[in-house]
């Protein structure tokens, strides 16, 4: 086995997809997301619940889809339900153990935007929007989030609520009678972070091979907090980096075929 | 009563310029082949409804159509942004266009709503979110049993709903199957729905008896579009053209490209273009 050679990148997508266990009940963003979730179906989690918006539950595509919707997920589902079903019955009854999103700009406290970069009204990049995210954020039982790091990304103030994380931080959530735990833990390209138990903030608790703080900070907009005891990410083995490779791989083909 | 009618025609008696209209199709079955007859027929001042307007959406906005879009994520999934979209949200080009946004529980509800013939959709939603602040139509109210906040919409109510589908039958029952979205509560929600659909078998008898199928009674009028959803795709009939999708981000980034590429691809084609379109994507079934 060599710790040596791999990307942050895919540092990022095996380091969560650790994260994940054979009885979760996992609602799938697209994108990052996706890709960890299936790695973990791919190497220890075999029989973990896979769902995604579009109303397939328990799928097993072969290769990452590149919309929430593509074919493979319906063919290898063992249910697909109608989308108001997927959020009433499924999200909303509070059956999903973990929502896994990403994010454009996300702040300290796990609160998340994916709406608009700039005023609402008069938006500098007018982004997406928040699909079904604003309720996976509420309605998961906790939520995990990944995102490469980025100034851009990690920043000091969001431009708008998108997804309600720990908001001030503390109890904010309960005060607004939000009984699901929240943003648990941020996977980045550079570090595992989790909240501070008291005050919510996101805190690195694990550095990956090869990172130092400083580099987490120069991608980072806020001064970032490192727990007392700061572990190192164990690197991915050769199984995790080739069935990764072999699925970014599938996945590249299929995409470009026509 | 269903009636079989040429697309053309289908569009025509069934939407009308300041029309509230849903295109609908989760990422699945996106009418496209009818969203671009009506582009060829120039409906102006249009209210777009749709869960995930993507690039039909983005074609009639950039055609300036649209005077509203209601919508709950606006992206080219899996690619990135709407880039016609964004020009009018951003630049007012080529004309203002007014934003009513949603999260995808709020209209998936809201839908259902419309289909049940109840005023407004209650759910748990929009906790923290602040879409609740810049959209009138986002309130809420208190459980009279548990007093639990919760949220309310109005229900959606279409003018029109187009919808692509497998089948249907010769008395113009519509069966859809695989990823089933929200066209069936789009259709119940609506005063009218078109339905495109791959083609027209004798009747559904040897069908499964659960099979999502909406009876003729239900639809104003059909047309037999083969590959009338595509870049989206027909579970059963053929796939996702992803590459299209990658393909549509260059396209819209420039306002010229734009026009020329319609100009190629929606005014100068015919809609029975839609069958060669989709013929290497055919799976085998």
């Known amino acids: 086995m060599t710790g040596a050679d791999f990307t942050p990148n895919e540092m990022m997508t095996i380091a969560a997809s650790r994260a994940l266990g054979n009885d979760d009940v996992c609602f799938v963003g697209i994108g990052a997301p996706s890709a960890a979730c299936n790695i973990a179906r791919l190497t220890h989690a075999p029989d973990i619940t896979l769902i995604y918006e579009s109303g397939t539950i328990g799928t097993a595509p072969d290769v990452l889809p590149l919309s929430i919707g593509d074919g493979e997920l319906c063919d290898t589902a063992l249910t697909t339900v109608p989308v108001p079903e997927m959020f009433r019955y499924w999200l909303q009854g509070g059956r999903i153990t973990i929502g896994f999103l990403g994010a454009a700009q996300i702040d300290r406290f796990g609160n998340i935007n994916t709406t608009v970069v700039g005023e609402y009204e008069h938006p500098r990049v007018r982004l997406p929007g928040g699909g079904g995210a604003p309720e996976i954020a509420s309605s998961s039982q906790e939520v995990y989030v990944t995102l490469a790091q980025s100034r851009r990304a990690m920043v000091e103030k969001i431009d708008f609520f998108t997804s309600f994380g720990h908001g001030e931080g503390g109890d904010h959530r309960q005060r607004l009678g939000i009984d699901t735990r929240g943003p648990t833990l941020l996977i980045t390209d550079l570090a595992i972070w989790r909240p501070d138990p008291q005050t919510k903030e996101f805190t690195v608790v694990s550095l990956h091979p090869g990172v130092r703080r400083e580099m987490v900070q120069e991608t980072c907009g806020w001064t970032v907090r490192f727990a007392e005891r700061v572990e190192e990410t164990p690197p991915p083995t050769e199984q995790e980096l080739s069935i990764l490779r072999d699925l970014k791989a599938r996945t590249e083909a299929a995409h470009k075929g026509r | ?285």
């Open chain 2, 1 to 285: 009563m269903a009636r079989f009618l040429p697309l053309s025609q289908a569009v025509s008696e069934n939407l009308h310029d300041g029309d509230s209209v849903a295109f609908e199709g989760f990422t699945h079955l996106i009418p496209t082949a009818a969203a671009h007859e009506a582009i060829r027929q120039g409906f102006r001042d249009l209210t777009l409804i749709r869960m995930t307007p993507d690039v039909v959406y983005d074609q009639m906005i950039g055609m300036g159509m649209a005077r509203k879009l209601v919508f709950s994520y606006a992206g080219n999934p899996g690619v990135g942004l709407l880039r016609r979209l964004r020009d009018a949200v951003e630049n007012g080009f080529p004309n203002a266009l007014e934003i009513e946004e949603h999260s995808h529980a709020a209209m998936a509800n809201a839908y259902e709503a419309g289909a049940a013939g109840m005023p407004c959709a209650v759910f748990r939603g929009y906790r923290g979110a602040e879409l609740a602040r810049v959209n009138p139509n986002i309130r809420f109210i208190e459980c009279p049993f548990t007093g639990e906040e919760l949220a309310a919409v109005p229900a959606l109510r279409p003018d029109v709903a187009f919808i692509h589908a497998q089948k249907a039958d010769r008395r113009g029952n519509v069966l859809v199957e695989g990823i089933v979205g929200i066209q069936k509560e789009a259709v119940l929600a609506a005063r009218r729905a078109v339905a495109t659909v791959e083609e027209v078998v004798e009747d559904f008898d040897d069908q499964h008896p659960n099979l999502t199928i909406l009876p003729h009674w239900t639809i104003t009028a059909i047309s037999v579009v083969p590959g009338g959803a595509h870049p989206s795709y027909a579970h059963g009939y053929y796939a996702r053209d992803n590459a299209a999708y990658l393909e549509w981000d260059k396209v819209a980034a420039d306002r010229d490209v734009f026009r020329d590429w319609m100009d190629r691809n929606v005014f100068q084609a015919r809609v029975e273009d839609f069958e060669q379109r989709v013929e290497k994507l055919r799976v085998a079934g």
